[in-house]
């Protein structure tokens, strides 16, 4: 069995909330020519919720943090794409600690939404598939790059508007 095998199963388990999906050989889910979607979260302290429902924030993450879309269309079939569901989307996120990925709720108003190519893992799956702790793979860190890089322009603006002039 490939390790991409064992990791997109585990990733189907994350995302279809514990209900394991049928894996197809490496090709036939590849993703080649196929888009999915990731975000840079806007602000610092940007609340992760548990649940789509929940007042309760489980996490925050910080202003340039990035996540992926994670969404069920049925019990066999998740897609890396942000869907709103009650006001939030729900996102996926490298743990630093574990292979398992964190996955949460949060605003779609706190991320910046970017596209990213699915040729680089099966099932378009946005980190590398390897045993140890959860990595973006090459694809979704060169769109996120390009779109961070973006940002970081507009976030620079901003703040030589807010200072006042110092002559």
């Keep these: ?72 269309e049925a019990v066999l079939l998740t897609q890396y794409e942000f869907v709103e569901e009650n006001g939030r989307v729900r996102v996926i996120f490298p743990n630093p600690d574990s292979a398992k990925p964190f996955i949460g709720w949060m605003e779609p108003d706190d991320l910046a939404m970017f596209t990213y190519d699915c040729g680089c893992e099966p099932e378009c799956m946005p980190w590398a598939a390897r045993f140890g702790p959860s990595k973006w793979n090459l694809c979704f860190q060169e769109a996120r790059d390009n779109k961070l890089d973006r940002l970081k322009v507009i976030w620079a603006e901003q703040r030589s508007k807010d200072r006042p002039d110092q002559d």
């Design 1 to 72: 069995m490939r390790l991409s095998s064992v990791v997109g199963a585990a990733c189907a388990v994350a995302c279809a909330g514990g209900i394991a999906s049928a894996q197809l050989p490496f090709g036939e889910q590849s993703g080649h020519g196929k888009k999915a979607q990731g975000a840079i979260v806007l602000r610092d302290a940007a609340p992760v919720y548990k649940d789509k429902d929940s007042a309760e924030v489980w996490k925050t993450l910080k202003r340039g943090a990035s996540v992926a879309g994670c969404h069920r």
